[in-house]
Nanobody, 115 residues
Framework: QVQLVESGGGLVQPGGSLRLSCAAS????????MAWYRQAPGKERELVAT???????KYVDSVKGRFTISRDNAKNTVYLQMNSLKSEDTAVYYC?????????WGQGTRVTISS
């Protein structure tokens, strides 16, 4: 059974930081390309950051310089370090894994930026 389980969301003030984690099980994690998506209220889900199985990182322009995606293949976990958070970062953040013609999603973790 494949599972992607996100954690680390919460309420934080503008300018603060959060670190999201996504623990994967049931897949050969090291051969999967991993990504973080988010969906803000009333908006479509958008791609935030990706990290390939080879470690190549890409970001949406709105988070460049503030967010960092990383992975630990030994722990089957992908992370999203989010700094200098803004109100527009408020969303449910989803972990995604893609590989070998399969695509899996986590259940999401809510991030709220508010003073």
């Amino acid at each position: 059974q494949v599972q992607l389980v996100e954690s680390g969301g919460g309420l934080v003030q503008p300018g603060g930081s959060l670190r999201l984690s996504c623990a994967a099980s049931g897949i050969a994690f090291n051969i999967y390309d991993m990504a973080w998506y988010r969906q803000a209220p009333g908006k479509e889900r958008e791609l935030v950051a990706t990290i390939s199985r080879g470690g190549i990182r890409k970001y949406v322009d709105s988070v460049k310089g503030r967010f960092t995606i990383s992975r630990d293949n030994a722990k089957n976990t992908v992370y999203l370090q989010m700094n200098s958070l803004k109100s527009e970062d408020t969303a449910v953040y989803y972990c995604n894994g893609e590989g070998w013609g399969t695509n899996y999603w986590g259940q999401g973790t809510r991030v709220t930026i508010s003073s």
